[in-house]
């Protein structure tokens, strides 16, 4: 298995444009988490989902942030408008159903927001 | 307020030796925790886990220990080699509460040759 795949690996953009983030699961895993990384907060959780459906997005900082699963293979990340302050690393993760399972990270999506 | 602390933010140990990386969490509720190992433009990878039915878990040369009174938790590494130089991420979960694990801000640990 390839593991978790993320796209872009680096995205450098302008203030206020869109920004779209790509996840393709392990196949097979239940849960899709969505985290960012920065050198203030650290590793946080923004969204997980269970079989496509959301089921936490406490952690979404606000309104300008959404994240779709629209089949269990695919999922996005979009920021509009972007930024600055959004500059971070974006982690996809995924994980079996349940029980004491760990998650499978991708490597991430470097963002930079001018 | 961090619910998952890592109060060291680096270590360094000699090769050969044992590296110690500690992490206090502060909710009681948690009850299953991980440590991830990440390095530079890579996602953090699974090292181990321990459950709160336990106080001790062994996987080759890493070990966690968990105290639950002391809302503490450590792991271990022996003997430890240059390739495990990286940041570790110790994670903590409330079964009861989901799939959401908090995660602490990480130990960078060099291993010097």
């Known amino acids: 298995d390839a593991g978790v795949i993320q796209s872009p690996r680096h995205e450098v953009t302008e203030m206020g444009q869109e920004v779209t983030l790509r996840c393709k699961p392990i196949s097979g895993h239940d849960y899709l988490f969505w985290y960012r990384q920065t050198m203030m907060r650290g590793l946080e959780l923004l969204i997980y989902f269970n079989n496509n459906v959301p089921i936490d997005d406490s952690g979404m900082p606000e309104d300008r942030f959404s994240a779709k699963m629209p089949n269990a293979s695919f999922s996005t990340l979009k920021i509009q408008p972007s930024e600055p302050r959004d500059s971070a690393v974006y982690f996809c993760?995924?994980?079996?159903?349940?029980?004491?399972?760990?998650?499978?990270f991708g490597p991430g999506t470097r963002l930079t927001v001018l | 307020d961090q619910q998952v602390k890592q109060n060291s933010p680096s270590l360094s140990v000699q090769e050969g030796r044992i590296s110690i990386l500690n992490c206090d969490y502060t909710?009681?509720?948690?009850?299953?925790f991980l440590w991830y190992k990440k390095y530079p433009a890579e996602g953090p990878t699974f090292l181990i886990s321990?459950?709160?039915?336990?106080d001790k878990n062994e996987d080759g040369r890493f070990t966690v220990f968990l105290n639950k009174s002391a809302k503490h938790l450590s792991l271990h590494i022996v003997p430890s080699q240059p390739g495990d130089s990286a940041v570790y991420f110790c994670?903590?979960?409330?079964?009861?509460?989901?799939?959401?694990?908090?995660f602490g801000p990480g130990t960078r640990l060099s291993v010097l040759p």
């Open positions: 909710n009681s509720m948690f009850d299953y």
């Open positions: 993760a995924s994980s079996w159903a349940s029980g004491y399972n760990e998650q499978f």
């Open positions: 321990i459950s709160s039915i336990k």
């Open positions: 994670a903590a979960r409330e079964s009861n509460y989901g799939q959401n694990f908090v």
